[in-house]
């Protein structure tokens, strides 16, 4: 019984690209369908696919190999405007290296746009 499908999928990603594969199949959801869609408009990914298996479905992803870790954030912190600068420094390396995914009024995205765009929201996960 899987508990947190983004943490799956996450985790598989990781595994996969550590190893060396060229794709991964990964459980799909709405939400692993976004912060897939963020991450390959960050090119940390190359195309991925819905397979309907008549259950929940699966998505296979092509791996480019430009991930060194991901990772789902738990519990999902909510982050105002000001605070990204404090949740960069502890999930990611360095500063412009990255990508913290954020969930908020506007849909999903990075935590870039969503400085751009004035907005909080809670944290889903981290890539770089």
């Known amino acids: 019984m899987r508990n947190d499908i983004l943490a799956d999928a996450l985790s598989a990603i990781k595994s996969a690209e550590f190893i060396g594969k060229p794709e991964v199949v990964v459980p799909a959801s709405t939400i692993v369908k976004e912060v897939l869609r963020v991450m390959q408009e960050k090119t ?17 992803i092509k791996l480019l190999g430009k991930i060194t870790r991901c990772g789902a954030i738990k519990p999902r912190h909510s982050v105002k405007m000001g ?23 506007q849909g999903i995205m990075t935590h870039e746009s969503a400085k751009k ?3 909080g929201g809670a944290l ?3 890539v770089y």
């Open 83 to 105: 605070q990204y600068v404090k949740w960069e420094k502890r999930f990611l390396p360095s500063r412009d290296f990255g990508a913290l995914v954020i969930s908020t009024p």
């Open 44 to 60: 940390y990914i190359g195309e991925y696919e819905l397979i309907d298996d008549g259950r929940g479905g699966m998505i296979k």
């Open 117 to 119: 765009n004035n907005t």
């Open 124 to 126: 889903l996960a981290f």
